[in-house]
């Protein structure tokens, strides 16, 4: 089962980089803590799910590439090609000399509908060189232009053309001080576009992850690569091949019988269905034991309600609006997306 990345922007492109780096680095561990064989097997598996077939030797990275400036794509693959290890393919990028700035809606409803063609072909040629597609993993800001208002855009025209394939959107939370004076709005449409056209978000707070670059690593000037790669080891550690434990296995071993507690969960969800647990005798880039959990519970319930509530006195007071209305983005779809959220976080309140 084979997964197609599609990394867009800036932010899309220098995570995608460091997960497949990451991929590569832990499949092509010589050991692994775990028999010859089961290693064998692991590699097979992390190969044909993330890398398709050779070119001279070199495994080449099931991605597409998107930005609508060409800087960051060119330095995304000269550092693929240079570790000598994996790269990306020579038909696999999408760039134009063309800023969007930071408006979400220039993203969404100009460089969307202008390059929809030529980017639906790249992921097709993709998805074409998969056995077996399980679905789309598509890396992206939630705040900025292109990885924002182009990634609802693309990952909406994926329900359309693979509505049978997973997708699953890796979006990275803005910073809470803030990085472009627009990002609340940025936010709010991205969030409400994807919750009608995604299976599944994955979320990471760009504070949280500073905080462990800062106080469990003692890193002291953090730069974005340190925050990306603790981003890599997260995603590559819930990308890991694994297989389903038994359900008696769930409850009888520490650490697992903590999630029995009825507490824990909704009151219309037992224990049993609302926990699964999977594991590999394959150690994840050589630590001896780890563990990855991936939850959907209230933990983002107060940024949300947050990112709404300063998106929401921006618009009351009409700030910015105008940057949106003139690329087709009307006050009544900021109206929608406020609407949709907030039922959101009324529904994850009463959860």
Known sequence: MSIVTVQLGQCGNQIGFEVFDALYNDSHCPQGLCSKRENEVYQESCKERFFSEEENGVPVARAVLVDMEPKVINQTLSKAAQSGQWKYGQHSCFCQK???????????????????????????????????????????SMAGGTGSGLGAFITQNLQDQYSNALKMNQIIWPYGTGEVIVQNYNSILTLSHLYRSSDALLVHENDAVHKICAKLMNIKQISFRDINQVLAHQLGSVFQPTYSMEGSYHYRRNPLGGFKDPELYTSWLAPVNAFSAWKTQRAFRKYEKSAALVSNSQFLLKPLDTIVGKAWNMFASKAYIHQYTKFGIEEEDFLDSFTLLEQVVASYCNV
Do not use: T
Not at 103 to 129: C, D, F, T
């Open 98 to 140: 063309q800023g969007s700035g930071n408006n979400w809606a220039y993203g969404y409803s100009v460089h969307g509908p202008r390059h929809e063609e030529p980017i639906m072909n790249l992921i097709q040629k993709e998805v074409e060189k998969c056995d077996c597609l399980s679905g789309f993993f598509i890396i992206m």
